[in-house]
């Protein structure tokens, strides 16, 4: 059973040395856990008793595409009017509390390791009817339609009922896929991807694809751009398209993050004059 990392909050004391291991670059940004303290959380319209970490937003000339939310929902709180954007799709993954979400009519009590995808245009709403505080991430992009293929249906899941699928010729590395590959509809994946000791990218991943990575549980040496930096629970990284990266899970237990990328979409080619 995993145990998904939850925020902290508080302060250092101020006793503290106040350096530490953030990091943004022209290529990719470090954010540590310890990054997200009460001073660093945010407020959004039409929703009570919530806070929030804004761990990415679009950046001209950076990661363009996706916003990350690590949204905190005291007990009473939610919102009935949650997404300001028609055109925003979004994926929710609790990782503490029990948060009810209503979507499109049907209400669906979810537990750590919950899954939602929300399409563009949807009716929904989220609350905390529970003692406790509720901890989900709250990933948005804006869809992007295309002629003749109808865009994806809403649907809600589990890590704990969705099987892994091992990358090939090997076991030590597996990715949890909520969604097919092959489905056209969806222009965007957020997946879990699990190291068990010893398991490696093997290779510098270079890609289009721009990344959030969440570190959900244990620790890993990553690489990003130039960079071998290490890597822990409820450390944040953000690469911008084209940014190297490799992997190495050193142990003792699982190294599991949550992982957004953009996909499935042409190439937006800008205008010129000859």
Not at 31 to 46: V, W
Not at 72 to 82: F, H, I, N, R
Not at 89 to 94: C, D, G, I, P
Request: overall charge negative.
């Amino acid at each position: 059973m995993s145990t998904y990392h939850i925020p902290a909050g508080g302060l250092p004391d101020q006793s503290d040395l106040m350096t530490g291991r953030a990091v943004f670059t022209t290529s990719y940004a470090f954010l540590p856990a310890g990054t997200m303290r009460d001073i660093t959380t945010s407020y959004l319209p039409h929703w009570d008793k919530t806070r929030l970490w804004v761990l990415a937003r679009p950046l001209s000339g950076f990661s363009e595409t996706f916003s990350h939310y690590l949204t905190e929902v005291a007990p009473g709180g939610g919102s009935t009017t949650p997404e300001p954007d028609p055109q925003a799709e979004a994926v929710l993954f609790v990782v503490a509390g029990s948060p009810r979400l209503t979507l499109d009519g049907v209400a669906h009590d979810l537990a750590p390791g919950g899954f939602a995808f929300i399409p563009p245009g949807s009716d929904w709403s989220l609350a905390n009817p529970a003692d406790d505080a509720a901890t989900f991430h709250w990933i948005r992009k804006r869809y992007e339609p295309v002629e003749g293929i109808d865009p994806p249906g809403a649907f809600v899941t589990s890590d704990q009922t969705t099987p892994p699928n091992p990358s090939p010729d090997t076991d030590a590395w597996a990715t949890t896929r909520f969604v097919d590959r092959a489905d056209l509809a969806h222009d965007m994946h957020v997946n879990i991807v699990t190291f068990h000791p010893g398991g490696v990218i093997p290779f510098e991943e270079t890609h289009v694809m721009e990344h959030g990575l969440f570190v959900l549980e244990g620790k890993a040496v990553y690489k990003l751009n130039t960079d071998w930096v290490e890597v822990e629970a409820g450390d944040f990284m953000w690469l911008r398209a084209f940014c190297p990266q490799a992997c190495y899970a050193a142990g003792p237990g699982p190294f599991r993050y949550l992982l957004y990328k953009d996909v499935n979409r042409h190439a937006k080619l800008g205008s010129f004059q000859c």
